[in-house]
């Protein structure tokens, strides 16, 4: 068991080497150190109840190095109200064993830390216990809000743990993610889209369709009006042919001439 877990941490390190981002504490870490010569720690099992430790912040511990992977996941694409994961190294450089208590992170704008966008669920361990000298990988599993809009997000992880009884925790990640929408074919915008769409598309119809009915009854209603006086004016003067309206108008013409 314990070639395992000394293997799978140094594929860790291999795999994150150069994409990954090493978030380093009070001590520099020995360079000519062989980390698979180095005995592996316990991990924990994730535990139901989790302390809070709401917004309380402890400091770093000396000697304890921590790193990130996201496993198969290089561009850190995080889907929003899907569950996402990444592995947590943790190394212990100290002079005492250390107890880790749980792993918390939270989402901020990339511009301004300050402007929390959501702080994620934090999971906790039992039995998680790393000796001196020793390192641990730790899975933590978390999703951001469905209704998070794609985009480029902060995200902030802490690894809280004990030694001696004192609280420490070190940040082991301080980077981005990419936030994108689920793949669902129908999501609640696009139905909306699509059914507003359609919607201008018969509200056009029934407005071009009513202009072009007012068109016809316009042009038949001209036509009926032209048609009706030619005909009412034949018929006058075929009754009024050799009344004295008629000569009135005959000698109105040759007094104009």
Known sequence: MAIVFRVLFLALFLLAAPLLQV?????????DLDIADQAEGD?????????????????AAPGIETLTVFPKNVGKLVTAGEETELLVGLKNNGESTL?????KASVHLP???????????AQGFNNATV????????PYIFSVSKFLQAGTFDLVGTIIYEIDQSPYQSTFYNGTIEVVESGNLFS????FLVTLGIALLIFLGVWVRGQIQQLS???KR???????????DTSMDEWLQGTAYTQSLSSKSKKKK
Do not use: M, W
């Open 111 to 121: 511009y301004d830390h300050r402007l929390l966008v959501q702080n994620l669920t």
């Open 23 to 31: 978030a380093r504490c009070e001590s520099e870490p020995d360079p």
């Open 43 to 59: 991990i924990g099992l994730v535990g139901e109840d989790v302390h809070d430790f709401g917004e309380e912040i402890f400091s």
């Open 99 to 103: 107890n880790v208590i749980a792993i």
């Open 217 to 219: 009854k316009k042009s």
């Open 222 to 232: 001209a036509a009926k009006v032209e048609v009706g006086t030619k005909t009412a």
């Open 188 to 191: 609640v915008e696009s139905v």
């Open 131 to 138: 000796p001196v000298s020793a390192q641990a990988t730790f």
